[in-house]
């Protein structure tokens, strides 16, 4: 038996002289000197105790060493958890006690506060890129560049990915080999990705975006990626005359129009842009083509599936939508119980197919409430195909509106809000009020130098939208508050207007 993974992605790099990772101090590893690193890192893992089935969580800087132990942990037949850098320790402490992992490697910045945890859930500490006992470099330094992988199937788990948490308990996604193996060939294959693509890779590395998209992509097809630590503006732009290809979420584009040095000229080398982890609005996708001569490519994916849909490679890439299931992917938008048949017609979109993960760690009640017996996984994303069958993201099941007895999808108001003078996004909630259950509530983001009124806005939007689904009430904010991968944070929103139509407001 094989290993399934490494072979497709890691083996490969085996003598491979030209350069891997492409850094922006302008160091060059070659895939043969990161398998060679990958190698060392599945050793000092050995060393350390680790053995296939145990889990390996990792919450430090994007760096080659930390995907090198992803590689590492995939050889051995662990279970890669990455875990975001922003999590707290009192997070982290549900993460490693739920998990229960045989080794944590964290910042060295970081080793304080967190070997009491490492300790109280019995997993070995390290630190990654630090001098003394707990150094993880230290541990790699003399240890064999080769590694015999150990046999790993479809089946067999290889990462868990713990959901954001926004209500209740955080949930641990299962993913398999076949999962993560089987996205990335329909994506390589969808998006056109070849050895000669030079991917320009600013995401972190703790999230499916990053690692399980754009990392896995670029390893199996055997390219180049400009591996930034993060979405720096100057290195981005110093970066794209090289590159072909890049990934990001909304806020990168966003950035990057905003500065005049952002041009045509700079990005004629380049093939693809991608969007996603958040909803890319329609004013930036056209803003980005009347710039560039791109359109953006649009697509749609959750921590427990990957990727589902996309926009076209060749063909029309529709500003507000995801495009169509992938390859191999079935889809489905149910309502009260039945799929949806008519265009326009929203519901909660359902999934199923080879990327659809395995369940969530340690919780089978959650498991046979979100994932059917029959393979289709309930995504709690509400949807809608339009009439030639291109997928639109209305928002999340959690996130409808129900003010007086009708439902209210946030996009639809959003949409309308976006397209006001002066206004560069919105986002709509609901919040309890006394006489409607609900009433629609919007938070207003002007443009830049732009002194926005939020009644004008809503004046501007009376005729145009139902009026029960106009708000009833809108506040201007100089940003709205999201999370690492751009995504706007609405409960964080209903939390803080909470009490908005519960008293009188001047």
């Given at each position: 038996?094989?290993?399934?993974?490494?072979?497709?992605?890691?083996?490969?790099?085996?003598?491979?002289?030209?350069?891997?990772?492409?850094?922006?101090?302008g160091?060059?590893?070659?895939?043969?000197a990161?398998?060679?690193?990958?190698?060392?890192?599945?050793?000092?893992?050995?060393?350390?105790?680790?053995?296939?089935?145990?889990?390996?969580a990792?919450?430090?800087?994007k760096?080659?060493?930390?995907?090198?132990?992803?590689?590492?942990?995939?050889?051995?037949?662990?279970?890669?958890?990455?875990?975001?850098?922003?999590?707290?320790?009192?997070?982290?402490?549900?993460?490693?006690?739920?998990?229960?992992?045989?080794?944590?490697?964290?910042?060295?910045?970081?080793?304080?506060?967190?070997?009491?945890?490492?300790?109280?859930?019995?997993?070995?500490?390290?630190?990654?890129?630090?001098?003394?006992?707990?150094?993880?470099?230290?541990?790699?330094?003399?240890?064999?560049?080769?590694?015999t992988?150990?046999?790993?199937?479809?089946?067999?788990?290889a990462?868990?990915?713990?959901?954001?948490?926004?209500?209740?308990?955080?949930?641990?996604?299962?993913?398999?080999?076949?999962?993560?193996?089987s996205?990335?060939?329909?994506?390589a294959?969808l998006?056109?990705?070849?050895?000669?693509?030079?991917?320009?890779?600013?995401?972190?590395?703790?999230?499916?975006?990053?690692?399980?998209?754009?990392?896995?992509?670029?390893?199996?097809?055997?390219?180049?990626?400009?591996?930034?630590?993060?979405?720096?503006?100057?290195?981005?732009?110093r970066?794209?005359?090289?590159?072909?290809?890049?990934?990001?979420?909304?806020?990168?584009?966003?950035?990057?129009?905003?500065?005049?040095?952002?041009?045509?000229?700079?990005?004629?080398?380049?093939?693809?842009?991608?969007?996603?982890?958040?909803?890319?609005?329609?004013?930036?996708?056209?803003?980005?083509?009347?710039?560039?001569?791109?359109?953006i490519?649009?697509?749609?994916?959750?921590?427990?599936?990957?990727?589902?849909?996309?926009?076209?490679?060749?063909?029309?890439?529709?500003?507000?939508?995801?495009?169509?299931?992938?390859?191999?992917?079935?889809?489905?938008i149910?309502?009260?119980?039945?799929?949806?048949?008519?265009?326009?017609?929203?519901?909660?979109?359902e999934?199923?197919?080879?990327?659809?993960?395995?369940?969530?760690?340690?919780?089978?009640?959650k498991?046979?409430?979100?994932?059917?017996?029959?393979?289709?996984?309930?995504?709690?994303?509400?949807?809608?195909?339009?009439?030639?069958?291109?997928?639109?993201?209305?928002?999340r099941?959690?996130?409808?509106?129900?003010?007086?007895?009708?439902?209210?999808?946030?996009?639809?108001?959003e949409?309308?809000?976006d397209?006001?003078?002066?206004?560069?996004e919105?986002?709509?909630?609901?919040?309890?009020?006394?006489?409607?259950?609900?009433?629609?509530?919007?938070?207003?983001?002007?443009?830049?130098?732009?002194?926005?009124?939020?009644?004008?806005?809503?004046?501007?939007?009376?005729?145009?939208?139902?009026?029960?689904?106009?708000?009833?009430?809108?506040?201007?904010?100089?940003?709205?508050?999201?999370?690492?991968?751009?995504?706007?944070?609405?409960?964080?929103?209903?939390k803080?207007?909470?009490?908005?139509?519960?008293?009188?407001?001047?």
């Open positions: 038996m094989t290993n399934m993974l490494y072979d497709a992605l890691f083996a490969p790099l085996a003598g491979r002289d030209r350069g891997f990772l492409l850094l922006d101090d160091r060059e590893i070659s895939g043969a990161f398998l060679a690193m990958v190698a060392r890192a599945g050793h000092a893992l050995q060393a350390a105790g680790l053995r296939a089935g145990d889990r390996v990792v919450q430090v800087a760096s080659p060493e930390a995907l090198a132990i992803y590689g590492a942990s995939v050889a051995l037949g662990a279970v890669f958890l990455p875990l975001n850098t922003a999590y707290t320790p009192v997070e982290l402490d549900y993460f490693l006690g739920d998990a229960t992992p045989a080794v944590f490697l964290c910042d060295p910045a970081a080793e304080a506060a967190l070997a009491p945890l490492a300790a109280r859930h019995g997993a070995r500490l390290f630190t990654l890129d630090a001098a003394g006992a707990g150094s993880f470099a230290a541990a790699m330094a003399d240890q064999p560049g080769t590694l992988p150990a046999p790993r199937g479809e089946a067999d788990l990462a868990i990915l713990y959901t954001s948490g926004t209500t209740g308990r955080s949930k641990g996604a299962m993913l398999t080999q076949g999962n993560l193996l996205n990335a060939r329909v994506l294959d998006w056109r990705f070849t050895a000669e693509d030079v991917l320009l890779h600013a995401l972190p590395i703790f999230h499916t975006h990053g690692l399980f998209v754009a990392s896995n992509i670029s390893l199996l097809t055997g390219g180049q990626m400009i591996f930034l630590p993060g979405f720096d503006l100057e290195a981005v732009l970066a794209l005359p090289r590159a072909t290809a890049m990934m990001g979420v909304p806020t990168f584009y966003t950035r990057l129009l905003d500065t005049q040095r952002f041009t045509r000229d700079l990005c004629a080398g380049m093939r693809l842009f991608i969007s996603g982890s958040a909803p890319l609005l329609a004013e930036t996708h056209r803003a980005f083509a009347e710039r560039t001569g791109h359109r490519l649009e697509r749609y994916g959750m921590t427990e599936t990957n990727m589902n849909t996309s926009n076209p490679y060749d063909g029309d890439r529709r500003p507000g939508t995801v495009g169509f299931p992938l390859p191999g992917v079935a889809l489905r149910m309502a009260e119980g039945a799929e949806v048949t008519g265009p326009g017609e929203a519901g909660v979109i999934v199923r197919g080879p990327n659809v993960f395995a369940g969530y760690w340690q919780m089978p009640e498991t046979a409430e979100e994932l059917r017996p029959d393979g289709w996984f309930i995504t709690g994303d509400i949807g809608r195909r339009d009439e030639d069958g291109y997928v639109q993201i209305v928002g099941a959690k996130d409808l509106v129900i003010s007086g007895g009708f439902n209210i999808y946030p996009v639809e108001v949409a309308e809000l397209a006001q003078p002066g206004v560069l919105s986002a709509v909630v609901g919040l309890p009020h006394p006489d409607f259950g609900e009433a629609v509530f919007a938070v207003l983001v002007a443009q830049k130098g732009v002194a926005l009124e939020a009644q004008t806005v809503l004046d501007g939007i009376r005729d145009r939208l139902a009026r029960f689904k106009q708000p009833k009430a809108a506040v201007v904010v100089a940003a709205l508050p999201r999370n690492t991968m751009g995504k706007v944070q609405k409960a964080e929103l209903r803080t207007y909470a009490g908005w139509f519960a008293t009188p407001q001047a």
